[in-house]
């Protein structure tokens, strides 16, 4: 499985960004997909994901704010960034894994990252 984002960028506190991760290889469509975020120096954090079936789990600290989607006849999987905080600043990846979970660990498959810098 090989995962692609992209979508990441620069934007004031307020505003919005649309992060989109587009699965290729095996089976890809029956995965859980999630998106987990990393600033520097702290550990890589869950932020969401969603199943095949499209439930969906969020991280607290952007419950309210961020929607995760997918569109599985494309295989992409989307994360809607409204009202970005300067603490949401981080490298973004999405993942891939065989049950809707919120570890690390629980995803096998990882996409190179895209950086959101939001500016106070």
């Known amino acids: 499985v090989q995962l692609q984002a992209s979508g990441g960028g620069l934007v004031q506190a307020g505003g919005s960004l649309r992060l989109s991760c587009a699965a290729s290889g095996r089976t890809v469509g029956s995965y859980t997909m999630g998106w987990f975020r990393q600033a520097p120096g702290k550990e890589r954090e869950f932020v969401a994901a969603i199943s095949f079936f499209h439930m969906t789990l969020y991280g607290e600290s952007v419950k309210g704010r961020f929607t995760i989607s997918r569109d599985n006849a494309k295989n992409t999987v989307y994360l809607q960034m409204n009202n970005l905080k300067p603490e949401d600043t981080a490298v973004y990846y999405c993942?891939?894994?065989?049950?809707?979970?919120?570890?690390?660990?629980?995803?096998?498959?990882w996409g190179q990252g895209t950086q959101v810098t939001v500016s106070s």
């Open positions: 993942a891939a894994a065989q049950r809707l979970r919120v570890g690390v660990q629980d995803y096998d498959y």
